[in-house]
């Protein structure tokens, strides 16, 4: 069965960094276009960073530009988010998705990054 298993996650200070990992299992990861998305408590899960399945196209939500970065080892399974210059604001539970079709059809568990001084 597909599994998406995040690590990285914690507490850093304002202007930190932090490197999220997705392990990935259970099906051709290199076959499907990837993207990471955070979710903070009463608000909708909005999207991070989408990448495609060979690494060539990468899109960023406006709030992250310059900051993150998405990557993926498809020798490894894995799915990479380098975030730099941490701000409060982007404190939330951080999920690793498997898209198809232009949405995401499988998440992970989700890891926190809590952004606080």
């Known amino acids: 069965q597909v599994q998406l298993v995040e690590s990285g996650g914690g507490l850093v200070q304002p202007g930190g960094s932090l490197r999220l990992s997705c392990a990935a299992s259970?099906?051709?990861?290199?076959?499907?276009?990837m993207g990471w998305y955070r979710q903070v408590p009463g608000k909708e899960r909005d999207m991070v960073a989408i990448i495609t399945k060979d690494g060539g196209v990468k899109k960023y939500a406006d709030s992250v530009k310059g900051r993150f970065t998405i990557s993926r080892d498809n020798a490894k399974r894995s799915l990479l988010l380098q975030m730099n210059n941490l701000t409060p604001e982007d404190t939330a539970v951080y999920y690793c998705a498997r898209r198809n079709d232009g949405r995401a059809d499988y998440w992970g568990q989700g890891t926190q990054v809590t952004v606080s001084s």
């Open positions: 259970g099906f051709t990861f290199w076959y499907y276009n």
